[in-house]
């Protein structure tokens, strides 16, 4: 393919990648609510244990779209019409982004894992949205559950707290920075045109 004819990068994502994102952002806000929540309600009401079910197939959910993620943005990155222009920031700015992404991940990751583990540690079935019970493919010992329930709360609020930093970041790139950075990744393509570059 000659120079001429190749894509320019694009300048917001695409709709794949915004749907991942999303419903991680909304995944992530209400695991963290719904538990607190079911955490003042009286054992064994319909409510709470609704709530706990709900949780668990929104961990699945979440699991799910982590194992999506860095495999379409592999994708994306390799392909010229998907690829997206970096951000116009400065290295320093870049580096942090970087590494908030990455500790996102890792955390979002990690919290998965425990979440899975501490389930199984429960020896008890959980299903996805009531479709289909999820197997036991690792066998946890229950002496570790309140153990792996401690962790998955620390790192929940690791979580959520990182999470507010990355909102509120992108938040000062609208506002006061008033470059794309927020805008990339909005689909309200006619109501928020992206800027033109400079």
């Not at 009286?42 to 699945?60: C, V």
């Not at 992404?101 to 949205?129: I, N």
Request: hydrophobic share 50%.
């Amino acid at each position: 393919m000659s120079v001429s004819t190749r894509q320019k990068p694009r300048q917001r994502y695409d709709a794949f990648s915004m749907t991942l994102h999303w419903i991680t952002a909304f995944s992530v806000i209400f695991l963290f609510a719904s538990a607190h929540i079911w955490e003042q309600l009286e054992k064994g009401t319909p409510l709470r244990k609704g709530l706990q079910a709900w949780h668990i197939s929104f961990g699945i959910l979440l699991a799910l779209v982590m194992i999506v993620r860095p495999l379409w943005r592999f994708y994306c990155q390799r392909q010229s019409h998907l690829a997206v222009a970096p951000a116009e920031n400065s290295a320093l700015m870049r580096i942090m982004a970087h590494a908030v992404h990455g500790l996102l991940y890792l955390l979002l990751f990690t919290q998965v894992a425990l979440g899975f583990m501490f389930r199984w540690s429960q020896q008890e079935p959980f299903s996805f949205f009531g479709l289909f019970d999820v197997p036991t493919f690792i066998h946890v010992d229950t002496a570790l559950r309140h153990t792996l329930a401690d962790l998955h709360n620390n790192v929940a609020w690791a979580l959520i707290i990182l999470a507010g930093a990355h909102a509120l970041a992108a938040l000062l790139h609208h506002y006061v920075l008033r470059d794309n950075v927020l805008r990339r990744m909005l689909p309200l393509r006619d109501s928020m045109p992206l800027r033109e570059d400079k």
